[in-house]
């Protein structure tokens, strides 16, 4: 009888095994393609803690450089971003994190409160999947996911991406338990310079109201925020290109609220001449985003902001700090100069 138990823990834990080992294999790796996918764990192998945390979509993962904020300010800093990151989203990672550190000031970038209702699964899935397991994650999952989404399908991604096996490749064995870093402290860094050549603006809206269900977690932020002494930031990130269009009527909103909580904003689209953007130089797209030429200008120019009207101090005396500043910095102009080995 013992035997047979034995036996049948056996067969029971050996599936658990084959099954695991299926998943890993099978869930996109976000190595070559959608590289923007692994932003969100990489988080979790920072040891120390920051100064300063982002939240937002791809216009804080490709605008701001935290190395840039070290070496010119000493200021430490993390950009949670991810592929169209929602609003819910921003609020849940935050939660997250200020449960690990509490910052001298979160960033929020505010293009997201566009959007009231979730938008696509594909997106969903580039932040989420990237969560560790918490209420903070379960109550992302509840917010975001779409009708036809499986709760289940984010406990056991196998029963979603099944069916990938047609399409597996290297890629997927290679980072089958690790996968590619990406990023430099949530920076996702672009060298390639597209000038922009269009002057087409925004189409009309119907209506210009700020979704309520976005402005409500804008809300939730900012209390989370004020409960824990952090300086709440919202800004909108310098775009020059329609599909990104920051329409005045959304400005005046974001301002509106900004005031009347007290909150700093800083819209930096008309400020791009003051801060040196160059829309021939420093976008990869088009300018719809910047490229790391344009993310360090704007980044230099925020970090004046950080250091002298919020007064946020350096770190540089901290030795062991300055040292792994200096490994992310090697490792940050390495890339930015093509010298990867």
Same mark, same amino acid.
């Given at each position: 009888?013992?035997k047979?138990?034995?036996?049948?823990?056996?067969?029971?834990l /050996?599936?658990?095994?084959?099954?695991?080992?299926?998943?890993?294999?099978?869930?996109?790796?976000?190595?070559?393609?959608?590289?923007?996918?692994?932003?969100?764990?990489?988080?979790?192998a920072?040891?120390?803690?920051?100064?300063?945390?982002?939240v937002?979509?791809?216009?804080?993962y490709e605008?701001?450089?935290?190395?840039?904020?070290?070496?010119?300010?000493?200021?430490?800093?993390?950009?949670?971003?991810?592929?169209?990151?929602?609003?819910?989203?921003?609020?849940?990672?935050?939660?997250?994190?200020?449960?690990?550190?509490?910052?001298?000031?979160v960033?929020?970038?505010?293009?997201?409160l566009?959007?009231?209702?979730?938008?696509?699964?594909?997106?969903?899935?580039?932040?989420?999947?990237?969560?560790?397991?918490s209420?903070?994650?379960?109550?992302?999952?509840?917010?975001?996911?779409?009708?036809?989404?499986?709760?289940?399908?984010?406990?056991?991604?196998?029963?979603?991406?099944?069916s990938?096996?047609?399409?597996l490749?290297?890629?997927?064995?290679?980072?089958?338990?690790?996968?590619?870093?990406?990023?430099?402290?949530?920076?996702?860094?672009q060298?390639?310079?597209?000038?922009?050549?269009?002057?087409?603006?925004?189409? /009309?809206?119907?209506d210009?109201t700020?979704?309520?269900?976005?402005?409500?977690?804008?809300?939730?932020?900012?209390?989370?925020?004020?409960?824990?002494?952090?300086?709440?930031?919202?800004?909108?990130?310098?775009?020059?290109?329609?599909?990104?269009?920051?329409?005045?009527?959304?400005?005046?909103?974001?301002?509106?609220?900004?005031?009347?909580?007290?909150?700093?904003?800083y819209?930096?689209?008309?400020?791009?001449?003051?801060?040196?953007?160059?829309?021939?130089?420093?976008?990869?797209?088009?300018?719809?985003?910047?490229?790391?030429?344009?993310a360090?200008?704007?980044?230099?120019?925020?970090?004046?902001?950080?250091?002298?009207?919020?007064?946020?101090?350096?770190?540089k005396?901290?030795?062991?700090?300055?040292?792994?500043?200096?490994?992310?910095?090697?490792?940050?102009?390495?890339?930015r100069?093509?010298?990867e080995?």
């Amino acid at each position: 009888m013992k035997k047979k138990i034995l036996c049948c823990i056996g067969i029971v834990l /050996a599936c658990a095994l084959l099954l695991s080992f299926l998943q890993l294999l099978v869930v996109p790796k976000y190595a070559s393609a959608s590289r923007e996918g692994n932003l969100i764990g990489e988080y979790y192998a920072e040891t120390t803690p920051h100064d300063v945390l982002f939240v937002g979509d791809c216009e804080v993962y490709e605008s701001f450089t935290p190395p840039t904020l070290w070496e010119e300010y000493g200021i430490t800093s993390y950009i949670r971003g991810s592929a169209q990151q929602l609003t819910w989203h921003s609020y849940y990672l935050l939660e997250e994190m200020l449960r690990e550190e509490t910052p001298k000031a979160v960033v929020f970038n505010v293009l997201a409160l566009k959007y009231g209702v979730p938008q696509s699964e594909a997106y969903n899935r580039m932040t989420l999947d990237g969560m560790r397991w918490s209420t903070s994650k379960i109550g992302a999952l509840r917010a975001s996911m779409r009708e036809e989404e499986s709760f289940l399908s984010y406990v056991f991604p196998l029963l979603r991406f099944h069916s990938r096996w047609k399409e597996l490749s290297w890629e997927d064995f290679e980072y089958l338990f690790t996968r590619a870093k990406i990023s430099h402290n949530g920076y996702m860094m672009q060298t390639g310079v597209h000038p922009k050549t269009s002057d087409r603006v925004g189409d /009309a809206l119907i209506d210009y109201t700020l979704p309520q269900g976005s402005m409500e977690y804008l809300e939730r932020m900012r209390l989370l925020c004020e409960e824990k002494g952090i300086a709440f930031i919202l800004i909108k990130a310098p775009t020059n290109n329609y599909k990104y269009y920051w329409y005045d009527e959304w400005d005046a909103q974001v301002r509106e609220y900004a005031e009347g909580h007290q909150l700093a904003y800083y819209n930096f689209i008309p400020l791009c001449e003051e801060i040196g953007i160059d829309w021939s130089t420093d976008t990869y797209d088009g300018g719809a985003h910047l490229n790391v030429f344009g993310a360090e200008k704007l980044t230099s120019y925020f970090g004046a902001i950080l250091a002298g009207h919020l007064g946020l101090e350096g770190h540089k005396e901290d030795a062991a700090l300055s040292a792994i500043w200096q490994e992310k910095l090697d490792a940050y102009y390495r890339e930015r100069n093509g010298t990867e080995s």
